[in-house]
Antibody
Framework: QVRLVQSGSELKNPGASVKVSCEAS????????MNWVRQAPGQGPEWMGW????????TYVQSFRGRFVFSLDPSVSTAYLQISSLEPEDTAVYYC???????????????WGQGTLVTVSS | DIVMTQSPDSLAVSLGERATINCKSS????????????LAWYQQKPGQPPKLLIY???TRESGVPDRFSGSGSGTDFALTISSLQAEDVAVYYC????????FGQGTKLEIK
């Protein structure tokens, strides 16, 4: 069965960096896009962008360009989200989510990781 | 930019009764070349990630109970739960994928 397993919660000081991992299993890793979604406390999900798991090419929503980096290690079927220069406003649950393939690649999400809570506080 | 607006923000329904959640897009989500509406629905329970229920506005994801149904086209859509069960208590989100994916603000569904 398809599973996306993310790394554990993180508590970071402002200005630090964090790297969240998302290990996929149960399907061919390079067949589906991997997306990242942020959910701030009490808010709805917000799509951050996606990474092409075949080429490694990332695409970012405008508001997530600069401090946010998507990367891959296909050899271990794992995607990563790195956030640098953390700010208190980055406090949120970050999800990886598999892009659906329904005869083509579409940007809805059929499997999700369990989420990683990143808390930024001094 | 497309704006997705759900209504109501919260809803209380008795067990066994029908629940309907609405989602309105500021732009048409019907792609003419394939006649599909690029609209999905998710269910999110506390402490869990969102779960895909419906895509193409009305196609139920595998394993989703048939009491969940999606309807609508163009700019106006609805998610209906035909007979509310206790396990359906959750926040429900619509999401358009016609352009940059965007979620609605969510509708909290509770038992009356």
């Amino acid at each position: 069965q398809v599973r996306l397993v993310q790394s554990g919660s993180e508590l970071k000081n402002p200005g630090a960096s964090v790297k969240v991992s998302c290990e996929a299993s149960g399907y061919t890793f390079t067949k589906n896009s991997m997306n990242w979604v942020r959910q701030a406390p009490g808010q709805g999900p917000e799509w951050m962008g996606w990474i092409n798991t075949d080429t490694g090419n990332p695409t970012y929503v405008q508001s997530f360009r600069g401090r946010f980096v998507f990367s891959l290690d296909p050899s271990v079927s794992t995607a990563y989200l790195q956030i640098s220069s953390l700010e208190p406003e980055d406090t949120a649950v970050y999800y990886c989510a598999r892009g659906a393939y329904r005869g083509g690649d579409y940007y809805f999400f059929d499997y999700w990781g369990q989420g990683t809570l990143v808390t930024v506080s001094s | 930019d497309i704006v997705m607006t759900q209504s109501p923000d919260s809803l209380a329904v008795s067990l066994g009764e029908r629940a309907t959640i609405n989602c309105k897009s500021s732009q048409n989500l019907l792609f003419n070349s394939n006649n599909k509406n690029y609209l999905a629905w998710y269910q999110q329970k506390p402490g869990q990630p969102p779960k895909l229920l419906i895509y193409w506005a009305s196609t139920r994801e595998s394993g989703v109970p048939d009491r969940f149904s999606g309807s609508g086209s163009g700019t106006d859509f609805a998610l209906t739960i035909s007979s509310l069960q206790a396990e359906d208590v959750a926040v429900y989100y619509c999401q358009q994928y016609y352009t940059t994916p965007l979620f609605g603000q969510g509708t909290k569904l509770e038992i009356k």
